[in-house]
C-alpha cells in the first residue's frame, strides 16, 4: 500500500497571510468567480457581524442598508488581501444580504456529509483528503475547492 505525506496551512495562516496570486488567480478566472465570491463575502460576513452585532438581512427593514454595509466589508476585505480595484457582483452580495444568516437544513446536511466523509479519511488513512478550501454552491449545486 503506497503511503503519502498531506501537509496543510492552517486556517489561521489562511486568514493571516493568505497568496494573494492564488486570489487573484481565482477573481479572474470565469469557472471559479462565484465561488471565490462565497468564500469572500463570508469573511466580510464576519467583520460585518463584529461591527454590528446581526448579520446581513436579518432584519427586514434594514436590507438596503446592509447591503451597502457589506459591499463596504467585502471591498475592505479585499484590499486588505491585496486585491485593490477588485469587485464582487452585485448580485452575489445581494443574494448574502437575502440569505439573511439562515440555516437550509439540506444544505447543512449535505456539508456535514462532505465533512464526515473526510474525517473518514484521515481517520482510516485511506485516500486522499481533500487540500483547500472547500465551498459549495448551494444555488447552482456547485463544490470547488479553493488553495489559498
Do not use: W
Not at 56 to 78: C, H, N, Q, W, Y
Not at 88 to 103: K, N, Q, V, Y
Not at 122 to 127: C, H, P, S
Amino acid at each position: 500500500m503506497e503511503q503519502r505525506v498531506c501537509r496543510y496551512r492552517l486556517v489561521e495562516d489562511e486568514f493571516n497571510s493568505p497568496v494573494p496570486s492564488e486570489l487573484q488567480k481565482y477573481l479572474a478566472d470565469e469557472e471559479y468567480i462565484v465561488a471565490v465570491g462565497f468564500y469572500i463575502l463570508l469573511r466580510a460576513v464576519d467583520r460585518f457581524a463584529a461591527n454590528y452585532n446581526s448579520f446581513p438581512g436579518e432584519f427586514d427593514g434594514e436590507m438596503d442598508e446592509d447591503i451597502s454595509r457589506l459591499k463596504t466589508a467585502a471591498v475592505s476585505l479585499l484590499s486588505d488581501l491585496g486585491c485593490n480595484g477588485q469587485t464582487l457582483t452585485e448580485d452575489l452580495i445581494s443574494e448574502m444580504c437575502r440569505f439573511g444568516a439562515a440555516e437550509l437544513h439540506a444544505v447543512a446536511a449535505f456539508i456535514g456529509g462532505v465533512a464526515s466523509q473526510e474525517v473518514i479519511k484521515l481517520i482510516t488513512k485511506q485516500f486522499v483528503p481533500m487540500s483547500g478550501t472547500f465551498i459549495f454552491n448551494g444555488i447552482d449545486q456547485k463544490s470547488q475547492l479553493l488553495s489559498l
